[in-house]
């Protein structure tokens, strides 16, 4: 059976972490933004927002977030992201998923310093021409964040289906703050994640890895079927 476009085009998505310098039309941009609020959401509440940057304002906020994590300042935690404590097959997860990409660096795993500056690009948003800095209102539910993620994904699948390559950025949440600060964010506005976007470089070692799927019978069961 062959792939429907879909299928082949979330077969290809990965996690770029290297771009080329290529900009990004505007023109793109306002069409991936617009697939992306196509997502469904509980009462139609439609809830998350795209603060979009790119030039001299990518470049502005990098350098405010580099700079706290060069400073040594304390992260923040506006939200939970990851169970804690982590469970021990979760962790065997995130651990491989990290050894796959510092050992496509060439980074050993007791190289801390090379752990450290290969993280650090977390906030240089991976040297994509453009950078996205996702926020929810802070007092929509739990469920809002689901309807977020859904949007998260067409987005992404948008992007990909343009020739574009991106990243989701749950290290930018570590310094909310910052970004809220620099972006003159009203008050109720949660930052959830980055996004990095622009055409993946190919040549790129961090981008020739893929991480592992779960097989279907971990994550799934089928019943009544014959």
Do not use: W
Not at 58 to 73: C, E, M, P, T
Not at 114 to 123: K, L, S, V
Not at 156 to 177: E, F, K, P, R, W
Request: aromatic share 8%.
């Amino acid at each position: 059976m062959s792939m429907t476009q879909a299928e082949a085009l979330l077969a290809s998505r990965r996690s770029t972490r290297a771009f080329l310098s290529d900009p990004v039309p505007r023109a793109d941009i306002e069409r991936i933004l617009r697939s992306a609020r196509a997502a469904p959401s509980g009462a139609n509440l439609q809830p998350g927002r795209f603060h979009v940057l790119t030039g001299d304002a990518l470049r502005d906020l990098s350098a405010a977030l580099v700079g706290a994590v060069d400073r040594g300042q304390p992260p923040v935690s506006q939200y939970s992201y990851f169970p804690d404590p982590m469970p021990a097959d979760l962790k065997a997860k995130q651990r491989a998923a990290g050894y796959a990409l510092y050992a496509a660096l060439g980074v050993e795993r007791r190289d801390v310093q090379g752990r450290r500056a290969q993280f650090r690009r977390n906030y240089e948003f991976f040297g994509a021409p453009v950078g996205i800095v996702v926020t929810i209102h802070a007092g929509m539910g739990k469920g809002c964040f689901m309807d977020l993620g859904m949007a998260l994904m067409a987005l992404m699948i948008a992007a990909q289906g343009l020739g574009y390559a991106t990243c989701g950025i749950g290290a930018l949440a570590n310094y909310a703050d910052v970004a809220h600060d620099h972006l003159g964010l009203a008050q109720p506005e949660l930052i959830v994640c980055g996004l990095a976007l622009g055409r993946a470089d190919p040549q790129a070692p961090q981008n020739q890895f893929c991480t592992e799927r779960d097989t279907l019978d971990r994550f799934a069961t089928l019943r009544g079927f014959t």
